[in-house]
């Protein structure tokens, strides 16, 4: 069998890894048109913020360490200009000599990754623009650092890569600016959980300017559309990028709805003995079962896993992705796996939405607030996402929550999970599991939660509640949501009496527990609707700031 694989990296060489487990008699053969085979796009912003010291660390395989290791040919530097799927060969452009050959496969592997947008901007050619995304784009930003040491950086995007950025460029002592056109960072996250991203890049000098674009960069500027002129002798863009599907489509293979190549679940194309995977290929979400797009070198490894074992006869398959992610931003961790809030809706999803603000370990040690957004389906009670934002225990939850999830775990699962517990990783009831029973009790309805969002819209549209301060009056003092009555959790028996049981009631707390009992004390009362705030008056106040 001849195996012709079309690039490299995370999902190429593990095609080719697989393969040869799997086969030792396999001609395996991997053209690749950049100058490195494997390296770690997401350590780049760490090595250009100085956490990295050698550019090399990101790159610790080389053509000559696979060849030995797998016994596979890969040819750097050398283009695949054209495939001829019925003749099965294709055409091989070396790019140091203009030298073209042609070669033969049986199965041809397209591994062509994605390329970074380039926005319609004057100027975006300019050397003191730079994308983020191969070892040569590092090598130029490095470069070009050490020679001009820029003071002021503009960055363009505000996903994982222009936040990373923006992090270690702060770090590294510029003045860092970014531009982003829509109205908040970070856009697979709900705007609740993203506002509390902006505050942590604001408090470390970040200037913010959401809602705006890019219009020219001049040698020292960057203008946006609005008029606002930021001075900028560096400039990185980060909005996204876009799969390499322009060989496939020359052969007639299918596009998702997504823009990438559609494959079944064991990476095959439309065209007998083509594959595709990594950041070229479509994937389908585990919940909905829908095409999704998440360029993510552990997905493209998984996918390149997999069709190196189907090829040479194996039976893996794969089985979609939440689109689990998790980067820091500063002090923060902020991680996400599965929908959030806008995408379930968008499903017809009928959800609860749960906030909930515990510490990530016991207060005693230190332990700091960690701050979870779960949605679950009130039909199936099943958990559909979940976003966290904190500064310790964030990736430990997140990943609790990813597995849960794929294995399609209910809101009343989670209370049941045998979590470790010791003072300095957690507390006796983990925010994992209050998060279940908090979620279970609002689908059951026995304990109904209502989102600062809900109550805001509900109320400016007429709707009439009674809102009950459960706190101290001089926490009631300092801040509290707007047209509350202040009755402390104990006095609430005896002043309940002055309230009417058939008006809708709101009760709250600083973060949601006191309100969860001044809750129930209604509810045993005979109080017909009470929702709790979810995430208390903090939540609420953060949510209306912003």
């Known amino acids: 069998m001849k195996i012709i694989i079309i690039g490299s990296v995370a ?33 780049i912003p760490y090595f250009l913020g100085g956490g990295v010291d050698e550019l090399k660390a990101l790159t610790p395989r080389n053509a000559p360490w696979f060849k030995k290791r797998f016994n596979v040919d890969i040819f750097t530097r050398h283009e695949v200009t054209k495939v001829d799927a019925e003749q ?73 890569i222009g936040l990373e950025m923006a992090e270690q460029l702060t770090q590294k002592g510029l003045e860092v600016t970014i531009i982003q056109r829509s109205n908040q960072v970070m856009p697979h996250f709900d705007k609740d959980m993203a506002f509390r991203v902006e505050e942590e890049l ?5 200037n913010l300017l959401l809602n705006e674009e890019a219009s020219y960069i001049s040698d020292n500027t960057v203008e946006t559309k609005s008029g606002k002129v930021i001075e900028s002798d560096l400039v990185i863009l980060a909005v996204g ?59 493209a490894n998984k996918m390149g896993r997999i069709a190196g074992d189907v090829i040479t006869g194996g039976n893996l398959e794969h089985r979609g992705i939440l689109g689990t992610g998790i980067l820091r931003v500063f002090d923060f961790a902020v991680g996400q796996t599965g929908l959030n809030e806008k995408e379930a809706r968008k499903e017809g999803y009928d959800i609860e939405v749960l906030h909930n603000l515990k510490p990530a370990k016991a207060e005693y040690l230190g332990g700091k607030e960690l701050v979870i957004k779960a949605v679950a389906d009130r039909a199936s009670g099943r958990i559909l996402g979940v976003q966290a934002v904190g500064e310790e225990g964030v990736d430990k939850r997140i990943d ?24 300095p990783f957690s507390t006796t009831k983990d925010p994992v599991l209050y998060t279940g029973m908090a979620l279970q009790n609002a689908i059951e309805k026995k304990n109904k939660l ?97």
């Open 88 to 160: 099965k060969k294709v055409t091989v452009k070396n790019l140091d000599t203009d030298e073209i050959k042609e070669d033969s496969y049986d199965t041809l592997v397209f591994a062509t990754g994605a390329t970074p947008i380039t926005p319609n901007i004057p100027g975006v050619d300019k050397e003191h623009v730079f994308h983020v995304r191969t070892i040569q784009n590092t090598f130029a930003i490095d470069r070009y650092m050490q020679k001009n040491e820029p003071k002021k950086a503009t960055i363009v995007g505000a996903g994982y």
């Open 241 to 299: 990028v876009r799969p390499n599907t322009k060989l496939a489509k020359e052969i007639g293979a299918e596009l998702g709805n997504t823009g990438a190549i559609a494959v079944n679940t064991k990476m095959q194309t439309n065209i007998p003995d083509v594959y595709a995977v990594g950041d070229v290929a479509e994937s389908f979400s585990v919940i909905t079962e829908k095409p999704i797009y998440r360029p993510l070198g552990s997905t």
């Open 11 to 43: 999902a190429g060489t593990s095609v080719a890894a697989k393969a040869r487990r799997n086969d030792e008699n396999a001609e395996i053969t991997v053209y690749n048109a950049d100058y490195d085979i494997s390296y770690s796009i997401c350590g």
């Open 400 to 423: 609790v929550f990813a597995t849960a999830i794929t294995f399609k775990a209910k809101a009343e699962d989670l209370f049941h999970l045998d979590l470790a517990y010791a003072p």
């Open 450 to 546: 209502i989102t600062p969002q809900e109550l805001t819209e509900q109320i400016e549209k007429g709707v009439k509640f009674q809102i009950i301060d459960t706190r101290s009056t001089k926490q009631y003092e300092v801040s509290h949501v707007v047209g509350a009555i202040n009755i402390p959790h104990a006095n609430l028996r005896s002043e309940a009496n002055n309230l009417d049981p058939e008006i809708p009631t709101v009760t709250y707390c600083n973060k949601g527990v006191t309100g969860n009992a001044a809750q129930n004390v209604l509810r045993n009362m005979g109080f017909k609707n009470v929702y709790n705030l979810s995430g208390g008056n903090k939540n609420y106040q953060k949510f209306i700031n912003n």
């Open 202 to 206: 604001l408090k470390h000098g970040v």
